[in-house]
């Protein structure tokens, strides 16, 4: 039996086990809110959903791809924006505790209105497109050269088998397959570190010290790591849908965890990259580890990057439909049938990238220095910011993500080695948004001081 076949038994049948288990959704509450007969998700269940439907194929593959080029502080430069988990558990439990906000498109209503939502709608959309392709484009790379028949054709059947069992339960049965993803993840994951640690050059020692902890080493992505954590969290509507779907202080417990998990499993996938710098693989890291070592390890990648890979999908289709027919309300009407409608028409959108090959890293890079206008309006959400204050600092966001884009030099930060104009550009944005934001704030206290 080649490798190929076995991959696409794989595939089909892992993405059938998850349908035949996932339940029926009977509610609104179960499609949208993950309920079970409206119950909310206990602490393992929505720890686990959190932890595995970040760690991405995409994510995987990054993990694996810094940890070849820069060593250990590849892994640990990814594995910084795992932070987002706690920045995003902490500023939410204030905002549900304190503000007594129910979802983050309630919070932007009462504090700037509609034109506010449906720019931060457009925004996050983006954002799970991007998940969409670039995790279907990890996928499609094991059976065959990208623009490939076999990576077009993997790609779609594995978006098919995916969409079907969620159209079936919504965010219910994401959740639950999630749990079930999570335990197959950290069982293969071990599996495969007991099967590269023993190898040579890969002792704890090897592995802390490899790569160079300076700004030719990569260092540079660590800081924009640390950067976009306070912003990229709040454009992830699969994280933060999940952050209001139990009580405040279990969910808070659960980023906590998540943070943990997250983080240790990123800094750990990199060493799949390591070794394959001890051993000259180039390209995909992953891809290469495995077919060095040989059918099992081939299989067990492939099964961890499939699992990842669906619950990633899973809940960007459920996040795309809650948020249009539940946020911005294009329906009059909420019903699980126009939920399902919406799932469909996001996998479309979200899968016509992959034909014009992207590039997967910016999936994540990008979009994160885009939105990166969402800083102060979330970290600083208990200021009475006017209006404006959103616009502003988003749209300041945008522009400098386009102008990154556009391979701008940004004045004043000029850094060297990898990542040195992302992490300018991300300086720049984060300072210049801050500022816009709180322009019309002391504008406004002024106008009224001046009033009295």
């Known amino acids: 039996m ?11 049948a892992s993405s059938l086990v998850l349908f035949f288990i996932s339940p029926w959704a009977k509610t609104v509450n179960d499609f949208f809110r993950g309920s079970k007969l409206d119950k909310e998700p206990g602490f393992v269940l929505l720890t686990s959903s959190l932890v595995i439907s970040w760690i991405f194929a995409k994510s995987i593959t990054n993990a694996a791809n810094l940890g070849l080029s820069y060593g250990i502080v590849g892994g640990v430069s990814y594995a910084a924006y795992y932070l987002s988990f706690l920045v995003a558990g902490v500023v939410i439990y204030y905002m549900r505790v304190r503000g007594h906000f129910s979802s983050i498109h309630q919070f932007l209503d009462q504090r700037f209105g509609r034109s506010a939502i449906v720019v931060f709608s457009i925004l996050i959309s983006f954002r799970l497109l991007n998940e969409v392709w670039s995790n279907t484009m990890v996928i499609g790379s094991y059976f065959g050269e990208q623009g490939s028949s076999g ?57 802390l010290s490899s790569g160079e902890w300076t700004a030719a080493g990569g260092i540079n992505l660590l800081f924009v790591a640390l950067l976009q954590v306070f912003s990229y969290p709040f454009h992830d509507p699969v994280m933060t849908d999940r952050a209001f779907i139990a009580s405040p202080k279990m969910t808070l417990y659960s980023f906590f965890v998540a943070t943990i998990i997250g983080s240790i499993s990123i800094v750990l996938f990199s060493v799949i990259g390591i070794y394959g710098s001890t051993v000259g693989v180039e390209g ?3 891809v290469g580890v495995s077919q060095l070592l040989g059918t099992s390890m081939m299989i067990m990648i492939n099964f961890i990057m499939i699992t990842s890979a669906a619950s990633t999908l899973d809940s960007a289709f459920n996040s795309f439909s809650k948020m249009m027919v539940i946020d911005v309300k294009v329906f009059k009407e909420v019903t699980i049938s126009k939920g399902r409608l919406l799932m469909v028409g996001g996998c479309l959108l979200g899968t016509i990238p992959v034909f014009f090959n992207p590039t997967i890293l910016s999936a994540t890079t990008i979009s994160g220095t885009m939105v990166i206008g969402l800083t102060p309006v979330f970290l600083l959400w208990f200021l009475d910011a006017p209006k404006l204050s ?63």
């Open 151 to 207: 990576y077009f054709s993997a790609i779609i059947v594995f978006t098919l088998l995916t969409i079907a069992y969620t159209l079936k339960g919504g965010l219910r049965s994401s959740l639950l397959t999630d749990m079930i993803q999570m335990v197959l993840f950290v069982i293969l994951l071990f599996v495969i570190l007991a099967i590269i640690l023993p190898k040579d050059n890969m002792s704890v020692n090897n592995i």
């Open 390 to 452: 959103f616009h502003l600092s988003v749209f300041g966001g945008i522009i400098i993500g386009i102008a990154h884009l556009l391979k701008f030099e940004f004045p004043f930060f000029q850094f060297s080695g990898p990542y040195s104009k992302l992490l300018s550009a991300n300086i720049v944005g984060v300072i210049l948004c801050i500022t816009l934001y709180l322009i019309p704030v002391m504008y406004t206290r002024w106008k009224k001081k001046s009033s009295i």
């Open 2 to 12: 080649s490798d190929i076949t076995i991959q696409w038994i794989l595939v089909i």
């Open 284 to 286: 995909q890291a992953a």
